[in-house]
């Protein structure tokens, strides 16, 4: 049960889009298309943005998408705002016995 | 307005026990899935054990053997029993809920948190 794999901080400036990539392996994200993204304010609980990959709950800005191939996982902010400046867990199913790997985390600062 | 409302954390010495609650309010617990997550101090998410709504149970390697999860469904409320607890469980811990709505496949309901310190 290793962490999934994600880059430590990402940036970018209003307007423009970043990617946040997630690595895990053939036994998580590459076996399941059930990786799911969740934003997360400091001291606030987690919120899910992303699930099955690419969709989006009810509510969440169409300006987040999700991605995966092969091993790797990724969610795409496009039009940043400085709103989005937070923290990014991604989170894949790995079998019966482990129901979710969350991956280290991305800051995203908004410049 | 779905509610999930962690508590039951607190100050606890090393080896001791604690028990936490979740009460829940607008969303079944026996129709969904739930979870406890749990967050350290200034690190990252960390899931640690699932009730299916048939029943069956998941755990994180490690905390496989000293906690215990399961649900009251007469009132909607989940718990975490957390035995033999280490210094190294200390950290906020949330319940979560993953629904229909998002095929179950994602924690789409989550609480504020409850944080449990593991200390002499």
């Known amino acids: 049960q290793s962490a999934l794999t994600q880059p430590a901080s990402v940036s970018g400036s209003p307007g423009q889009s970043i990617t946040i990539s997630c690595t895990g392996t053939?036994?998580?994200?590459?076996?399941?298309?059930?990786v799911s993204w969740y934003q997360q304010y400091p001291g606030k609980a987690p919120k899910l943005m992303i699930f099955?990959?690419?969709k989006r709950p009810s509510g969440v800005s169409n300006r987040f998408s999700g991605s995966k191939s092969g091993n790797t996982a990724a969610l795409t902010i496009s039009g940043l705002q400085a709103e989005d400046e937070a923290e990014y867990y991604c989170?894949?199913?790995?079998?019966?016995?482990?129901?979710?790997?969350f991956g280290g985390g991305t800051k995203l600062t908004v410049l | 307005e779905v509610q999930l409302v962690e508590s039951g954390g607190g100050l606890i010495q090393p080896g001791g026990s604690l028990r936490l609650s979740c009460a829940v309010s607008?969303?079944?617990?026996?129709?969904?899935?739930m979870s406890w997550v749990r967050q350290a101090p200034g690190k990252g998410l960390e899931w640690v054990s699932v009730i299916y709504s048939g029943g069956a149970t998941s755990y994180a390697d490690s905390v496989k053997g000293r906690f215990t999860i399961s649900r009251d469904n007469s009132k909607n409320t989940l718990y975490l029993q957390m035995n033999s607890l280490r210094a190294e469980d200390t950290a906020v811990y949330y319940c979560?809920?993953?629904?229909?709505?998002?095929?179950?496949?994602?924690?789409?309901?989550w609480g504020q948190g409850t944080t449990v310190t593991v200390s002499s």
């Open positions: 053939s036994s998580d994200v590459g076996s399941y298309n059930l």
């Open positions: 989170c894949s199913y790995a079998g019966s016995s482990t129901y979710a790997i």
């Open positions: 979560a809920g993953a629904s229909a709505a998002v095929g179950y496949n994602g924690m789409d309901v």
């Open positions: 607008e969303f079944t617990v026996s129709s969904n899935y």
């Open positions: 099955e990959g690419n």
